[in-house]
């Protein structure tokens, strides 16, 4: 097909999309939000815009320029661009990778699609965590009150629980009046009085990074680096924090299978932040099995308090702690590595971090009365338990296998409007490393039907690994 794109005076075309977007920069340094929504009514991409053109380029590996790049966002917001195409755009960029200039053109994009919160007013720098998405993984329940314990300020917009990984704001949910959805006038005005908010993603922030995600979780292009770090690094840039550790999960229960890949995903996300303003910690952790013990929202809250009682399991508080001692030096508190270690286990170790915590749910419009009486979340109906078929020690359990058994248990959904049920998970008895008798249980599994509880079982039974030889317990800081 004959391309009217490509028969364009195509050098006017990044001065349009350039002029725009140097506009909405400029406009967001003098209020809290850019809103950019108008610009897509300003031009007519149907016309102006043959996205099978950018596609072939991009299947034939030929760089795109940036306003190529903005051009497929944009056309795609203003729904020019039908879910087919960009499908295929997403498919070549699979194969065919961008190179840093064009993945730094698809963040702008994405982050321009929207709002972006400006943080600055605050006169203080905000820093930020941000997994790549685990089984188990409450590090941020705990890391927060932490962080802000200390005396930095920790703003988080979190996410949902998709496919076998759990989401933070699924987790704060299951407290009950705990809101989830504040407005950013909301979110600014606790972070200054409390150190601390933890909220869903504030509506109209990277809409396009939302809308073009839910396409690739079902053209099986999720696992591509570029994508992964733009759309990470599109949501940190919009969130307004100055500075972020990002917490890499390698292994079966994570995106990452192998630490290479996730080093590139890294590497990117650095260079993003680097040409963006935002400092940029990656750090590894192990997702061979899942971090703490407990899998699903009420019972990973539940853990989430002993963690910052002192008294949670020891892979969790190294985690917590390893993150610490990063984001910390980060802030404005003027630490380094070191200091920042010692005084986030003394803020664990003194009740501080317990404190902020419950001051933090409190103020969020939780009831507090879980964090003494963990019988105040809810409780699943039916527990069973997973007996172990011989003796041995535990030479690995299968972190995806745990986090699709607690899936089904219904801790998570299929689909985005899928319910979940708060009560439902799994509890691992033992882990890596540990010696078991044939009979003790190996874990337990919780859910509002029997049903759902005995196929639970089956499935967690073959998740263990049992050997006759002594086990190491398995390293979870792999930097
Ligand atoms: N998390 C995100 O926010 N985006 C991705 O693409 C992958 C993980």
């Not at 998709?162 to 809101?179: N, Q, W, Y």
Request: with cysteine; charged share 25%.
């Amino acid at each position: 097909m004959a391309s009217s794109f490509f028969n364009l005076n195509t050098a006017d075309m990044p001065c349009l999309y350039a002029d725009r977007r140097e506009k909405h920069r400029s406009a967001g340094s003098d209020q809290n939000f850019m809103q950019a929504g108008e610009r897509l009514n300003m031009c007519n991409l149907k016309q102006m815009f043959q996205a099978v053109e950018i596609i072939r380029k991009k299947r034939d590996a030929v760089e795109l320029a940036s306003a190529e790049i903005t051009g497929m966002v944009d056309g795609f917001m203003a729904g020019d661009i039908p879910d087919y195409q960009m499908s295929a755009w997403l498919m070549a960029i699979y194969f065919r990778g961008l190179s840093i200039d064009e993945t730094v053109a698809l963040t702008d994009a994405l982050v321009d699609s929207g709002r972006r919160l400006d943080l600055s007013f605050l006169g203080r720098k905000v820093v930020d965590k941000h997994s790549t998405g685990g089984v188990g993984d409450k590090v941020s329940l705990v890391l927060g009150p932490v962080i802000a314990s200390c005396g930095a300020l920790f703003g988080k917009m979190s996410g949902r629980g998709l496919a076998h990984t759990g989401g933070t704001v699924d987790k704060l949910e299951s407290i009950p009046g705990f809101r989830t959805q504040l407005s950013p006038d909301e979110f600014e005005a606790q972070l200054r009085e409390t150190g601390i908010c933890i909220a869903g993603q504030s509506e109209g922030l990277v809409p396009a990074d939302m809308k073009i995600y839910a396409l690739r979780d079902l053209t099986g292009t999720i696992e591509s680096n570029p994508l992964i770090a733009a759309s990470i690094m599109s949501k940190k840039i919009a969130g307004g924090a100055s500075a972020v550790v990002l917490d890499i999960k390698v292994g079966s229960g994570a995106f990452f299978k192998t630490i290479g890949h996730a080093s590139g995903a890294a590497h990117l996300m650095r260079k993003i932040g680097e040409l963006r303003g935002v400092n940029v910690l990656p750090v590894f952790t192990s997702m061979e099995q899942p971090l703490g013990n407990a899998v699903g929202n009420a019972l990973e809250v539940r853990e989430a308090v002993s963690a910052l009682r002192g008294d949670g399991p020891a892979d969790l508080t190294d985690v917590v702690v390893a993150l610490a001692s990063r984001l910390l030096p980060l802030s404005d508190l003027g630490w380094d590595r070191r200091r920042s270690e010692q005084e986030s286990r003394r803020c664990i170790e003194s009740g501080a971090a317990l404190e902020k915590f419950r001051e933090w749910i409190s103020v969020q419009g939780g009831d507090t009365r879980f964090i003494d009486h963990p019988d105040a979340l809810p409780a699943a109906r039916h527990v069973l338990s997973v007996p172990a078929n011989r003796s041995g020690y535990i030479a690995g359990i299968d972190a995806l296998a745990v986090g699709r058994a607690a899936l089904e248990l219904g801790a998570g959904r299929h689909r985005k409007d899928e319910t979940i049920d708060h009560s439902a998970g799994v509890v691992l008895c033992v882990k890596t490393g540990d010696r078991i008798s044939e009979g003790e249980s190996l874990a337990s599994v919780h859910s509002s039907t029997e049903e759902k509880c005995m196929a639970a079982v089956e499935a967690l039974a073959k998740s263990y690994r049992i050997s006759d030889s002594e086990a190491e317990p398995a390293q979870v800081l792999l930097d």
